[in-house]
């Protein structure tokens, strides 16, 4: 085998991908406010993609890109009444909204919720994504981080380069 094709093979044998999580614990997100969530731990990144600075993801390698994330928020409300929002944005290099998916946005049920999915992105060189909460209501949430008493991560998202766009 030569040297060009087990690169080629290394590559899709371990394809570019980053999980990362929020340890801080917790994010405040004020009321009637957008914020991005703050993940602070970089578990694995094989191509430098996440950069804690700006809590973003950064595409280094062109391609479809599959994004896992599971975050957990707490309302500081009674139940039913507040409503909140998370969703991505994806950027380009002229830092202009390419894509936005809304993950999550209704009243919530429980003072302590989790919101979890997968999304398919065609990323460019340079385009970069970015977690935002929004929160409607008129009391403050907060973004879970690292839970001690559970033993579990608040907030967790990967990913994870499928294909060549």
Known sequence: MNVEMRDVLGFFLKPPMCIVRKDRNPQS???QSTVSIE?????????????????????????YYMFTWQFQLFAKSTPGTQARALFLQQFNTSATVVDR?????????????SYSGTAV???????YVVFYCFNFDSFENQI?????????????????????L
């Open 29 to 31: 997100v004020p009321a």
């Open 39 to 63: 993940l602070d731990t970089v578990v694995y990144d094989n191509d430098a993609m996440f950069g804690v600075d700006a809590s973003r993801f950064t595409c280094k390698t062109p391609g």
């Open 101 to 113: 998916l809304i993950l999550t946005d209704h009243r919530v049920q429980l003072s302590n919720e």
């Open 121 to 127: 992105l065609g990323l460019n060189a340079s385009d």
């Open 144 to 164: 879970v981080g690292y839970d001690p008493s559970q033993s579990q991560y608040g907030c967790q998202v990967s990913a994870r380069w499928l294909s060549a």
